[in-house]
């Protein structure tokens, strides 16, 4: 899919620092959507999966 290459892309050219904290934030949301799904939480884990959906888009289209 062409806007998820181009998110790769623009997260690929982020400085080293800044694809760190990405990543380490994007680990934790994961994490907890992990935690969800084995809790058999499917609206917890839903609403896990919303936030780090939009928490993922903030991070590379604003820069958060």
């Keep these: 899919r ?4 181009f998110g790769m892309n623009l997260f ?3 400085p080293a620092k800044a694809r760190r904290q990405h990543s380490e ?5 994961h994490r907890l959507i992990v935690k ?6 499917s609206k917890g884990a839903g609403d896990a999966m919303r936030a780090h ?8 289209f604003q820069g958060v």
């Design 25 to 29: 934030l994007a680990l934790d949301e």
């Design 2 to 5: 062409p806007h998820i290459l």
């Design 12 to 14: 690929r050219n982020l």
């Design 36 to 41: 969800e799904i084995r809790q058999s939480e």
């Design 53 to 60: 959906i939009e928490a993922a888009r903030n991070r590379i």
